[in-house]
Protein backbone atom coordinates (compact mmCIF):
# COMPACT_ATOMS: atom_id res chain seq x y z
CA UNK A 1 0.00 0.00 0.00
CA UNK A 2 1.46 3.70 -0.83
CA UNK A 3 1.93 5.56 2.60
CA UNK A 4 1.05 9.14 1.46
CA UNK A 5 3.11 12.03 3.42
CA UNK A 6 1.78 14.90 4.93
CA UNK A 7 3.53 18.36 5.43
CA UNK A 8 4.83 17.26 8.80
CA UNK A 9 6.03 14.03 7.73
CA UNK A 10 7.84 15.59 4.22
CA UNK A 11 9.18 18.01 6.81
CA UNK A 12 10.65 15.51 8.53
CA UNK A 13 11.70 13.69 5.56
CA UNK A 14 13.80 16.46 4.72
CA UNK A 15 15.85 16.11 7.94
CA UNK A 16 16.90 12.60 7.23
CA UNK A 17 17.42 13.56 3.21
CA UNK A 18 19.51 16.39 4.36
CA UNK A 19 21.72 13.83 6.87
CA UNK A 20 21.92 11.60 3.68
CA UNK A 21 23.20 14.60 1.53
CA UNK A 22 25.63 15.22 3.81
CA UNK A 23 26.98 12.25 4.54
CA UNK A 24 26.98 12.15 -0.34
CA UNK A 25 29.20 15.22 0.49
CA UNK A 26 31.76 14.09 2.75
CA UNK A 27 32.29 11.11 0.60
CA UNK A 28 32.50 12.65 -2.45
CA UNK A 29 35.54 14.87 -0.56
CA UNK A 30 37.38 11.92 0.11
CA UNK A 31 37.21 10.06 -3.32
CA UNK A 32 40.49 10.49 -4.90
CA UNK A 33 42.76 7.65 -5.98
CA UNK A 34 44.34 4.92 -3.33
CA UNK A 35 41.39 5.36 -1.13
CA UNK A 36 39.29 2.02 -0.26
CA UNK A 37 35.71 1.49 -0.54
CA UNK A 38 35.89 1.29 3.26
CA UNK A 39 37.45 4.11 4.08
CA UNK A 40 34.61 5.82 2.02
CA UNK A 41 32.38 3.93 3.96
CA UNK A 42 33.69 4.83 6.96
CA UNK A 43 33.37 8.17 6.51
CA UNK A 44 29.76 8.26 5.59
CA UNK A 45 28.94 6.52 8.38
CA UNK A 46 30.43 8.70 10.92
CA UNK A 47 29.36 11.51 8.62
CA UNK A 48 25.74 9.68 9.48
CA UNK A 49 25.95 8.88 13.32
CA UNK A 50 26.99 12.19 13.75
CA UNK A 51 23.85 13.89 13.35
CA UNK A 52 22.03 11.84 15.44
CA UNK A 53 21.04 9.11 12.05
CA UNK A 54 21.69 5.41 11.65
CA UNK A 55 23.04 4.32 7.96
CA UNK A 56 19.88 2.75 6.28
CA UNK A 57 21.76 0.48 4.87
CA UNK A 58 24.01 -1.32 7.70
CA UNK A 59 22.51 -4.31 8.55
CA UNK A 60 19.76 -4.15 6.08
CA UNK A 61 18.95 -8.19 4.89
CA UNK A 62 22.61 -8.31 6.42
CA UNK A 63 24.54 -5.74 4.42
CA UNK A 64 27.86 -5.65 5.95
CA UNK A 65 28.18 -1.94 4.85
CA UNK A 66 26.65 1.74 5.59
CA UNK A 67 27.19 2.38 1.77
CA UNK A 68 26.97 0.79 -1.17
CA UNK A 69 29.59 1.20 -3.42
CA UNK A 70 30.19 0.33 -7.02
CA UNK A 71 33.01 0.90 -9.30
CA UNK A 72 32.74 0.96 -12.81
CA UNK A 73 30.50 -2.04 -14.56
CA UNK A 74 29.59 -2.55 -11.04
CA UNK A 75 26.28 -1.28 -11.17
CA UNK A 76 24.70 -0.67 -7.41
CA UNK A 77 25.21 -2.66 -3.95
CA UNK A 78 28.84 -3.28 -4.37
CA UNK A 79 30.02 -4.32 -0.42
CA UNK A 80 32.70 -1.60 0.93
CA UNK A 81 35.91 -3.58 1.29
CA UNK A 82 39.62 -2.52 2.45
CA UNK A 83 41.14 -4.09 -0.55
CA UNK A 84 38.63 -1.82 -3.07
CA UNK A 85 40.91 0.61 -4.12
CA UNK A 86 40.06 3.46 -6.24
CA UNK A 87 42.21 3.69 -9.09
CA UNK A 88 42.67 7.05 -11.63
CA UNK A 89 39.77 6.65 -14.46
CA UNK A 90 37.37 5.14 -12.41
CA UNK A 91 34.09 5.84 -11.93
CA UNK A 92 32.23 5.40 -8.13
CA UNK A 93 29.12 5.12 -7.31
CA UNK A 94 28.04 5.85 -4.10
CA UNK A 95 24.89 5.32 -2.64
CA UNK A 96 24.08 6.11 0.99
CA UNK A 97 20.61 6.09 2.92
CA UNK A 98 20.31 7.94 6.68
CA UNK A 99 17.21 6.69 8.70
CA UNK A 100 16.26 9.88 11.67
CA UNK A 101 13.44 10.37 13.88
CA UNK A 102 11.36 7.48 12.07
CA UNK A 103 11.97 8.42 8.23
CA UNK A 104 14.50 6.98 5.72
CA UNK A 105 16.23 9.04 3.01
CA UNK A 106 17.71 7.67 0.12
CA UNK A 107 20.42 9.22 -2.40
CA UNK A 108 23.49 7.75 -5.27
CA UNK A 109 26.10 10.02 -6.94
CA UNK A 110 28.33 8.34 -10.06
CA UNK A 111 31.94 10.39 -8.55
CA UNK A 112 34.33 10.17 -11.39
CA UNK A 113 38.22 9.65 -9.66
CA UNK A 114 40.68 11.72 -11.22
CA UNK A 115 40.62 12.42 -14.75
CA UNK A 116 38.05 9.81 -16.45
CA UNK A 117 36.83 9.26 -19.99
CA UNK A 118 34.92 11.36 -22.57
CA UNK A 119 32.71 8.15 -22.03
CA UNK A 120 32.62 8.05 -18.61
CA UNK A 121 31.86 11.63 -18.51
CA UNK A 122 28.89 11.16 -21.03
CA UNK A 123 27.59 8.52 -18.89
CA UNK A 124 27.17 10.24 -15.95
CA UNK A 125 25.77 13.72 -17.66
CA UNK A 126 23.14 11.05 -19.46
CA UNK A 127 22.22 9.66 -15.79
CA UNK A 128 21.83 13.06 -14.17
CA UNK A 129 19.97 14.50 -17.07
CA UNK A 130 17.36 11.47 -16.87
CA UNK A 131 17.18 12.03 -13.76
CA UNK A 132 15.54 15.32 -13.91
CA UNK A 133 13.35 14.03 -17.32
CA UNK A 134 12.19 11.56 -14.84
CA UNK A 135 11.72 14.06 -12.11
CA UNK A 136 9.82 16.68 -14.12
CA UNK A 137 7.25 13.96 -15.00
CA UNK A 138 6.93 13.48 -10.98
CA UNK A 139 3.58 15.56 -10.65
CA UNK A 140 -0.06 14.59 -9.11
CA UNK A 141 -2.29 13.53 -11.76
CA UNK A 142 0.34 11.96 -13.70
CA UNK A 143 1.94 8.35 -13.60
CA UNK A 144 4.73 6.24 -12.67
CA UNK A 145 5.44 5.04 -16.06
CA UNK A 146 5.57 8.93 -17.14
CA UNK A 147 8.38 8.62 -15.29
CA UNK A 148 10.35 6.01 -16.30
CA UNK A 149 9.40 6.49 -20.06
CA UNK A 150 11.31 10.23 -19.66
CA UNK A 151 13.98 9.00 -17.88
CA UNK A 152 14.88 5.62 -20.82
CA UNK A 153 13.59 8.28 -23.56
CA UNK A 154 16.14 10.17 -22.57
CA UNK A 155 19.26 8.09 -21.82
CA UNK A 156 18.19 6.03 -25.30
CA UNK A 157 18.83 9.76 -26.93
CA UNK A 158 22.45 8.67 -26.06
CA UNK A 159 22.75 4.86 -26.91
CA UNK A 160 22.60 3.90 -23.53
CA UNK A 161 20.26 1.79 -21.71
CA UNK A 162 18.19 2.21 -18.15
CA UNK A 163 18.59 -1.35 -16.06
CA UNK A 164 15.10 -3.07 -15.46
CA UNK A 165 15.99 -5.48 -12.98
CA UNK A 166 16.37 -2.93 -10.09
CA UNK A 167 14.24 0.06 -10.01
CA UNK A 168 12.95 3.01 -7.40
CA UNK A 169 10.51 3.04 -4.88
CA UNK A 170 8.67 4.71 -2.53
CA UNK A 171 10.23 5.70 0.92
CA UNK A 172 9.07 6.32 4.25
CA UNK A 173 9.07 4.55 7.58
CA UNK A 174 10.73 1.76 5.15
CA UNK A 175 13.36 2.45 2.91
CA UNK A 176 11.58 0.63 0.06
CA UNK A 177 7.91 1.18 -0.06
CA UNK A 178 5.07 0.78 -2.56
CA UNK A 179 5.13 1.85 -5.46
CA UNK A 180 7.93 0.52 -7.72
CA UNK A 181 9.33 3.32 -10.02
CA UNK A 182 11.09 1.59 -12.96
CA UNK A 183 13.20 3.83 -15.18
CA UNK A 184 11.42 2.43 -18.12
CA UNK A 185 7.60 2.55 -18.91
CA UNK A 186 4.79 3.32 -20.95
CA UNK A 187 3.58 7.02 -20.84
CA UNK A 188 0.54 6.96 -19.27
CA UNK A 189 0.16 3.72 -17.53
CA UNK A 190 0.94 2.67 -14.13
CA UNK A 191 -0.17 3.85 -10.69
CA UNK A 192 -1.50 7.21 -10.56
CA UNK A 193 1.06 10.00 -9.12
CA UNK A 194 -0.69 12.08 -6.07
CA UNK A 195 0.53 14.51 -3.60
CA UNK A 196 2.12 13.61 -0.89
CA UNK A 197 3.94 10.43 -2.22
CA UNK A 198 7.20 10.37 -1.57
CA UNK A 199 9.55 8.23 -4.00
CA UNK A 200 13.40 7.36 -4.33
CA UNK A 201 13.89 8.23 -8.60
CA UNK A 202 16.94 6.27 -9.19
CA UNK A 203 17.79 5.61 -12.58
CA UNK A 204 20.84 3.30 -13.09
CA UNK A 205 22.26 3.48 -16.45
CA UNK A 206 24.73 1.35 -18.93
CA UNK A 207 26.67 2.14 -21.84
CA UNK A 208 25.93 -1.01 -23.00
CA UNK A 209 23.18 -3.56 -22.96
CA UNK A 210 20.93 -3.12 -19.65
CA UNK A 211 20.83 -6.50 -18.98
CA UNK A 212 22.66 -7.46 -15.03
CA UNK A 213 23.89 -10.17 -13.49
CA UNK A 214 24.53 -11.12 -9.69
CA UNK A 215 28.30 -11.67 -7.95
CA UNK A 216 28.39 -14.87 -5.95
CA UNK A 217 29.18 -12.37 -2.87
CA UNK A 218 25.62 -12.15 -2.96
CA UNK A 219 25.33 -8.49 -3.31
CA UNK A 220 27.24 -6.93 -5.90
CA UNK A 221 25.25 -6.33 -9.69
CA UNK A 222 27.46 -5.90 -12.76
CA UNK A 223 26.89 -5.08 -16.45
CA UNK A 224 26.19 -8.42 -17.82
CA UNK A 225 28.79 -7.18 -20.97
CA UNK A 226 31.52 -5.67 -18.31
CA UNK A 227 30.74 -1.71 -19.59
CA UNK A 228 30.20 0.71 -17.32
CA UNK A 229 26.98 1.55 -15.36
CA UNK A 230 26.32 5.19 -13.70
CA UNK A 231 23.73 5.52 -10.71
CA UNK A 232 21.66 8.96 -9.73
CA UNK A 233 19.17 9.10 -7.41
CA UNK A 234 17.24 11.29 -4.93
CA UNK A 235 14.56 10.90 -2.51
CA UNK A 236 11.70 13.23 -3.85
CA UNK A 237 8.26 14.57 -2.49
CA UNK A 238 5.24 15.12 -4.51
CA UNK A 239 3.32 18.30 -3.72
CA UNK A 240 0.79 20.59 -4.73
CA UNK A 241 3.84 23.42 -4.76
CA UNK A 242 5.48 20.83 -7.40
CA UNK A 243 8.52 18.24 -6.95
CA UNK A 244 10.55 18.67 -3.86
CA UNK A 245 14.16 17.32 -3.86
CA UNK A 246 14.56 15.95 0.26
CA UNK A 247 18.33 15.19 -0.09
CA UNK A 248 20.21 18.41 -0.66
CA UNK A 249 22.53 19.42 2.20
MG1 LIG B 1 19.89 4.32 -2.88
MG1 LIG C 1 16.87 3.67 -3.54
Known sequence: MIQVKNQNQIVAMKEAG????QALLAARECVREGVSTYEIDQVIRNTIERAGAKPSFL????FPGSACISINDEVIHGIPSKTRILKEGDIVKIDV????????GDSARTIPVGKVSEQA???IEATEKSFWAGIAQAQAGNRVGDIGHAIESCVQEYGY???RRYVGHGIGHELHEAPDVPNFGTAGRGVRLCNGMVIAVEPMINVGVCDVKEMSDGWT???ADGKLSAHYENTVAITADGVLVLTEA
Open 221 to 223: VKT
Open 121 to 123: LRL
Open 18 to 21: RITA
Open 59 to 62: GYAG
Open 161 to 163: SAV
Open 97 to 104: GAFYKGYH
